[in-house]
Structure formats: C-alpha cells, structure tokens
Nanobody
Framework: QLQLVESGGGLVQPGGSLRLSCAAS????????IAWFRQAPGKEREGVSC????????NYADSVKGRFTISRDNAVNTAYLQMNSLKPEDTAVYYC????????????????WGQGTQVTVSS
C-alpha cells in the first residue's frame, strides 16, 4: 500500500519556525519527485515547493522563497519542509505529494498524496 504521512504541523507565532516531515511507505522514494502543496480556507490549493528525485534541484513558490527549504533523505524515505520566518498568510493545511519522475514541477499532476497537516501562524 502506497502511503505518504505528513507530520510536524502546529500553532506557531509569526516569525517562528516549523519543520514538516513526509514519510513514505510502500514505495521507493528515490524514484519519485516530492512536492509540498498547501490550501488555506476558501482558497485554491497552491504549490509551495518541490524537489527532484535525486535532491539536486528544487523549486519554490515566490511567496516562500528565502524562507522555506525543501530537502529529502532517501535513505529513510522521508522528505522535509523547513519553514522559517512564518507569516499569518502561511496558515493552511500542508500536503506532501509524490510523482514518479526525475525533475520537479509544481504545475503537473501528482500521483500520491498525504492526508495533510495543519499549520497555523497566529499570535
């Protein structure tokens, strides 16, 4: 059974940090691109970041460049999203997704999705 499980969400004050994890099971992560998406209430889902299967290339949405860092550890089948300098507008449910490919893109369809983890940035 192919599965992605996110963790690490929570409530944080503006300017704070969180690290999200995406653990994969049932498939070999090194063959897959990993992406993070988010969806805020009343808004469309937005691509946040993606990382190539080797980890050598990354993409970021303009809204998170310089604040978020995506990474992966293929040895433990897990990807991460380090989020720094968080803003209230980063509040959303964050999803990780996987696609069997080598290069990453935030404008293509992804095959596997996690259940999401809530991130709330508020004072």
């Amino acid at each position: 059974q192919l599965q992605l499980v996110e963790s690490g969400g929570g409530l944080v004050q503006p300017g704070g940090s969180l690290r999200l994890s995406c653990a994969a099971s049932g498939f070999t992560l090194p063959y897959y691109v990993i992406a993070w998406f988010r969806q805020a209430p009343g808004k469309e889902r937005e691509g946040v970041s993606c990382i190539s299967s080797s980890g050598g290339r990354t993409n970021y949405a303009d809204s998170v460049k310089g604040r978020f860092t995506i990474s992966r550890d293929n040895a433990v089948n897990t990807a991460y999203l380090q989020m720094n300098s968080l803003k209230p507008e980063d509040t959303a449910v964050y999803y990780c997704a996987a696609r069997r490919s080598y290069s990453c893109s935030l404008v293509v369809a992804y095959d596997y999705w996690g259940q999401g983890t809530q991130v709330t940035v508020s004072s």
